[in-house]
T-cell receptor, first 112, second 116 residues
Framework: AQTVTQSQPEMSVQEAETVTLSCTYD???????LFWYKQPPSRQMILVIR??????QNATENRFSVNFQKAAKSFSLKISDSQLGDTAMYFC?????????FGTGTRLTVIP | DAGVIQSPRHEVTEMGQEVTLRCKPI?????LFWYRQTMMRGLELLIY????????DSGMPEDRFSAKMPNASFSTLKIQPSEPRDSAVYFC??????????????FGPGTRLTVL
């Protein structure tokens, strides 16, 4: 069975600081993708970053980067230089062939 | 590209009424997904289509829910009759699913449904 676990329901970080959100997963698929989505108060689901499982290099998008540990089935998101606009729910997601799974989310608050 | 388009953005109806939610996926995408998000249950996949064909509808809560995709550019999610517990935000998402399976999903803005 495929599962996605986000063990941190809530987190906070001071503006300009760095924060890491955790995600672990389980899958029997060999080819899969991992994603982080952001959901601000507007409720729009916004793609933050994605990682192909076959790529060893960690994905990076500006201030957002991931630490992908395939053997440990871990996929954490690091946000550098946190900004007030980063305040949102963050969902880790796993897809594969015909499998679509989201974690329960981490609510991140950036404190001025 | 306009992104995934959903309508209406907000819907308020009374228990027992029929509700139809609409979605236009991103042009060129061949997979479409309907999700429901509530505080209690989080984000749930209801159904997804590939090339207009329903692939997995195991998330559809009961027979009151039905979804169609008559062509590549339009899908509907219908609830008949609606109940207060159906109140939620309903998201549509689309993606390009190639030979490697489901790929990046892009979400619409959602429809906030309130059933009184």
């Amino acid at each position: 069975a495929q599962t996605v676990t986000q063990s941190q329901p809530e987190m906070s970080v001071q503006e300009a600081e760095t924060v890491t959100l955790s995600c672990t997963y389980d899958t029997s698929e060999n080819n899969y993708y991992l994603f982080w989505y952001k959901q601000p108060p507007s409720r729009q689901m916004i793609l933050v970053i994605r990682q192909e499982a076959y790529k060893q290099q960690n994905a990076t998008e500006n201030r957002f980067s991931v630490n992908f540990q395939k053997a440990a089935k871990s996929f954490s998101l690091k946000i550098s230089d946190s900004q007030l606009g980063d305040t949102a729910m963050y969902f880790c997601a796993l897809t594969g062939a015909n499998n679509l799974f989201f974690g329960t989310g981490t609510r991140l608050t950036v404190i001025p | 590209d306009a992104g995934v388009i959903q309508s209406p953005r907000h819907e308020v109806t009374e228990m027992g009424q029929e509700v139809t939610l609409r979605c236009k996926p991103i042009s060129g995408h061949n997979s479409l997904f309907w999700y429901r998000q509530t505080m209690m249950r989080g984000l749930e996949l209801l159904i997804y289509f590939n090339n207009n064909v329903p692939i997995d509808d195991s998330g559809m809560p009961e027979d009151r829910f039905s979804a169609k995709m008559p062509n590549a550019s339009f899908s509907t999610l219908k609830i008949q009759p609606s109940e207060p517990r159906d109140s939620a935000v309903y998201f549509c998402a689309s993606s390009w699913a190639g030979t490697s399976g489901v790929n990046t999903q892009y979400f619409g803005p959602g429809t906030r449904l309130t059933v009184l």
